[in-house]
Structures are given as C-alpha cells and as structure tokens.
C-alpha cells in the first residue's frame, strides 16, 4: 500500500504549484490561496443592521511580515489541521458527501484562539497544529495570508470576511478586540441578543456569501454571549470552459454499487495529467492560472476508500511532481451540494476539548466572566461546479456561551425540538395526574 492518509496533503500541493506557477513568492502565498482550491477536492475524496453598535477599537498598527520560514510554518499547521478534521469528518458519514473549507475553519478558530488563555490555549494550539509558535508569528501570518489573497487573481472572486458580535451587555477586552481587528479584519459589532439580531447576523453573512448560504443562526440562546463568524466566498471561471452543448446524461455508480443519473460535462484538450495503477490524475485551471481544481478519480479495482486509507504525503508529492501536459477527454459531472455540520465532535476529539468543557475551558482573555466556554461550533459550505467554473462558500460559526449572565430585561427562548416531558397534575395537592416522555409527536 501506499501509506497512511492523514497529514500534510495540501502542503505539499502547495510546493508544487509554488514552483510551477509563482516561481519567487513566498511559499506561503500560493500555499493558503489554494485552500479554498479544496473545497471540491474534499468532494471527490470523499464522495447590518444601522440600529446596531460598533465597537472601535482605536488606531492599531499594521503588524509586520512575518519571516517566509513562519508563513511556511503556519501554512503547513494549517493544512495539517484542514486534513485531520477532514478526515474525522468523512468517518462519521463514510456514506455522505463531505466538503469543507480549512481556510474558513483555521480563520474562526484562528480568531477564539487569540481569547484562550492557560491549559485551554495549549490545547487548541496543539489542535490546530501550531505548537511551537509564537501568537504574534500565528497572528501576523493570518495577516498576511488574507492581505496577499486580496486581488491574487483578477479573473477570480476570492473575499473573506470575519466579523465578531457581541451582546451589548457583555464587556468583551480591548486587547483581544483589537488583536482581531489588527491581524483578521475583523468587524466588530455589539447589539441586544434578540430576535432582530438573529437576522442581522443572519444578513452578514448572506451578503458576504453573496446569498449562497443563509440561516446560519436560527435562534440566540439566552447563554450565548459572543459570535465569532468567518466567511468565504469563492468564484472561479475555468482557464478552459467547458462547452454546454457537449453536456449529456450519464449515470453516476455509487458507492452501494447502484446508479444514479448526472450531468456529465466533456471536453477534449490538453490537460496536467498524470495516471498510474490507482489513480488518474487532472488539474484544471481557473482564470490566469493562480487558481486550479485537482480531481483524484480511483482506477477501476480501487475505491475511494483505498486511496484514503493509502495517501500519504509522499504519495501526494509524487502524484503532482509528476502532472505534465497531455491530450485527453475529460468527462466531469455538474454538481451542487450544500453541507452543515458541527465541528464539535470532531474538534474535541482532535484535542480540543477542553475549548468545549463548560468547567475548564479558560477563556479569560475575552472577558472576565466564569464560566466562559464554546458551546458550538457551525460549519456551512456550498459549492457548484458547472461548464463555467466553480462557485463556493463556507461559514464557520464559533459560539461562545456563559451561565448566569441575564439581560436587564430578561427573556428566555422555550423550543420543545427534541425530546420532552409532559405532566398533568393538581395545583392544590400537587397531584400527578398523567406524566409522559414524548420522543415522537405523532399526530
């Protein structure tokens, strides 16, 4: 076999295209650019409102580059934790498609990062693969990263928006605001957690996805006292575009072994291929070339669940080293798929519990309030792939929840979504009268 599959993939995707493509940037420039290039490889591997306040947070200065050993550094802990949650992911629903964005996730958690303090900030560094560095080299190449992803191609959209908001009676540190708004851009927005800002945030983030993914909120829970909201949007036309009136029916085999009718788009051309025993092959470019989606298919004999299980980084390396131009068909199917899922899991089981722990997470850098912790982490994407090009988004949404904290005008949100009790009873006596747990209500 090949190797075990679980770390460094995109990094050293990343070396190649740096070589072939930028050839004298710095490694990380072309490295978290193409994250967002993952979003549908992940496919094919595993098949305001003006009532509102805004805080400001004052002048703050640019913080210097980092050194191109740090960028390659935060880029390859990065790629590491994108793949790793990836892959625990893909195990929970080894029969769904899976599709993530690693840029979206390591931004939002780049971002909570910066308010953990103690055990909890050891934990979530180690998560996310960044031992070892200092929050000033994590921060500053975050800063980097999204200054020279601003117009990299001018023939592809790529915008990333972060943004924070905050219940207005909530005193949220101004260190830990302003390290945000320094190194993310992030926009910072306190207003009364109420039903009015379900759909303000609810508007940012449909605008900054340009309506490609709402309702990332549903309702605000009396507990939460701190959104920190990444979003990503990406639109690529392929270098090559496919001809529409090619476009025919054709059946899909899944991995049950039954069929299911698609799209299948066609083109012949010269393509960066490369095919051995186990796999083929192919990158197609978007716009000018800064951009491109590489498709892994199995050969005949071979699943997808083979090629997970085998891929490691040699592999990888030895797969792109070797792409070179040849003539070819290639025949892709259109699709469009949304996904949610949340990462709390999957996080915590990475190591990053503690961050969940109601009792010991330690998030005293945002604000002196015991207990503060995460209490959910959402994960939304959306991609379509078509003869045009490809459009994607993600959101990830980070929550921050607290106990005995309430309003000077208290409410509370009763919603009986999930299993409940019930009971009749006499008020005088305090009789029992009927009492029951309704797990389905059937009608």
Same mark, same amino acid.
């Given at each position: ?17 740096y ?22 490889v992940?496919?094919l ?6 009532s ?18 740090i ?8 790629n ?46 180690? *998560? ?29 959209i ?19 605001i ?16 109420n039903n #009015? ?24 829970a ?27 029916? *054709? ?22 291929y ?11 470019p ?13 050969e ?9 299980? *085998? ?8 797969w792109? +080293?070797?792409?070179?131009t040849?003539?070819?068909?290639? $025949? ?5 798929? +949304? $996904? ?20 010991n ?11 503060? $912790?995460?209490s959910?982490a ?12 490809? #459009? ?52």
């Amino acid at each position: 076999m090949i190797g075990e599959f679980r770390l460094n993939i995109l990094a050293d995707t990343f070396d190649y295209i740096y070589e072939t493509i930028s050839k004298g940037g710095f490694i990380m420039k072309i490295s978290l650019a193409l994250l967002v290039m993952l979003l549908p490889v992940m496919i094919l591997i595993g098949c305001s409102d003006n009532s509102s306040s805004t805080d400001s947070p004052g002048t703050i200065e640019t913080p210097a580059p980092p050194s191109a050993a740090i960028q390659a550094e935060v880029v390859n802990a990065a790629n590491d934790f994108g793949i790793k949650l990836f892959n625990w992911l893909s195990d929970e629903k080894p029969t769904k498609n899976v599709v993530i964005s690693p840029l979206s996730v390591s931004l939002a958690f780049g971002m909570a990062l910066n308010g953990a303090g103690g055990q909890t900030y050891t934990d979530m560094q180690n *998560a996310l693969e960044l031992a070892g560095l200092t929050p000033d080299e994590i921060n500053t190449t975050y800063r980097y990263m999204l200054d020279f992803l601003d117009g990299l191609d001018p023939e592809v959209i790529l915008e990333i928006a972060n943004s924070m908001w905050i219940k207005d009676i909530i005193e949220v540190k101004k260190p830990f605001i302003d390290v945000n708004v320094s190194n993310f851009d992030t926009e910072v927005t306190s207003l009364p957690f109420n039903n #009015e800002a379900v759909g303000i945030i609810n508007s940012w983030v449909a605008e900054k996805t340009h309506d490609k993914i709402k309702d990332v909120i549903t309702f605000i829970a009396p507990e939460d006292i701190l959104f920190l909201i990444n979003a990503v949007y990406f639109k690529g036309t392929w270098t090559y575009e496919f001809d529409s009136t090619e476009t025919s029916d *054709a059946d899909f085999n899944k991995i049950d072994g039954s069929t299911m009718p698609c799209r299948m788009m066609y083109q012949e051309n010269e393509f960066s291929y490369f095919g051995n025993r186990s796999v083929q092959v192919v990158d197609l470019p978007y716009g000018n070339g800064d951009f491109s989606l590489t498709f892994v298919l199995p050969e005949q004999g071979m699943t997808i669940d083979d090629i997970i299980a *085998a891929l490691d980084v040699g592999t990888w390396d030895y797969w792109i +080293e070797n792409l070179a131009t040849d003539s070819g068909l290639v $025949y892709l199917p259109k699709f469009k798929i +949304e $996904y949610e899922t949340s990462l709390k899991q999957s996080l915590a089981a990475m190591g990053m519990g503690i961050a969940f722990d109601i009792f010991n997470a330690d998030f005293s850098n945002i604000a002196d309030i015991n207990p503060l $912790y995460i209490s959910g982490a959402l994960h939304k994407t959306f991609i379509e792939v078509n003869e045009q090009g490809t #459009e994607a988004a993600a959101v990830t949404v980070v929550t921050f929840g607290t106990t005995g904290v309430n309003d000077e005008d208290p409410y509370f949100v009763f919603n009986a979504n999930r299993p409940f009790l019930i009971a009749i009873r006499e008020r005088v006596s305090g009789s029992i009268l009927f009492m029951g747990k309704i797990l389905e209500p059937v009608l």
